[in-house]
């Protein structure tokens, strides 16, 4: 069974280009969840997705960022004119279906960005 | 807001030391507690968990108990190994299904 997979592991963008962050849940997972992590500290919630829905996004910068998880295919987050400080390592979590606090979110190997 | 404190690293040990790695937290509700781990490279793979007071989560020989009464969730294990140099992260969750971790604590084990 293969865990959460993300790609790609490094991009290095320009500032002012896009970048488009991939990440494919374990199977049978239907919740995503997205987090950074600056240098030297800890991950920072960004969203939490469900097929076709937005649950949680309280932790996404109000501009340039936003994040999809569509019916078929890897959800994905998308920053715009990145700048600088948006350099960090991205990580995405999945988790299945279901209610209860027992839950355990399975982390992907992330995507480190930086922009140049 | 939500919050989680872990004491700063770099923790460094020799090889079959005990080891302590302090978390405490704030939070609204009573929070799942849990113990992420990050070797170099990699994601994050949970290490252990708790969802309720005197809960004591354990997996390969680390434990760490829900302590309500003091806010706690300190990581332990009786005798370290190279193995497990790696960053350690406390996180909790309200419920929310959102984890707010602390800053990580790197452990570093000598032979």
């Known amino acids: 069974n293969a865990g959460v997979m993300q790609n790609p592991r490094h991009l290095v963008r320009r500032r002012g280009q896009e970048a488009r962050l991939r990440c494919s849940p374990m199977?049978?997972?239907?919740?995503v969840y997205w987090y950074r992590q600056l240098p030297e500290e800890g991950l920072k919630f960004m969203v939490y997705?469900?097929?076709?829905?937005?649950?949680?996004e309280s932790g996404m910068p109000k501009e340039r960022f936003s994040a999809e998880f569509p019916k078929e295919g890897p959800s994905i987050l998308r920053i715009q004119q990145v700048v600088r400080g948006d350099s960090a390592a991205y990580f995405c979590a999945s988790s299945p279906p279901g209610t209860g606090v027992s839950y355990e979110q399975y982390f992907g190997p992330g995507t480190r960005l930086t922009v140049t | 807001g939500n919050s989680v404190t872990q004491m700063e690293g770099p923790v460094t040990l020799s090889e079959e030391a005990f080891l302590t790695i302090n978390c405490t937290y704030t939070?609204?509700?009573?929070?799942?507690l849990f113990w992420y781990v990050q070797y170099p490279g990699e994601g994050l793979q949970l290490l252990l968990k708790?969802?309720?007071?005197?809960d004591k989560g354990s997996n390969k020989g680390f434990e760490a108990t829900y302590r309500k009464e003091t806010t706690s969730f300190h990581l332990e294990k009786g005798s370290v190994q190279v193995s497990d140099s790696a960053v350690y992260f406390c996180a909790l969750d309200t419920g929310r299904r959102a984890l707010t971790f602390g800053s990580g604590t790197r452990l570093q084990v000598q032979p």
């Open positions: 708790a969802t309720k007071a005197d």
């Open positions: 199977k049978g997972h239907s919740h």
């Open positions: 939070a609204t509700g009573y929070p799942s």
């Open positions: 997705l469900q097929k076709e829905n937005i649950i949680d």
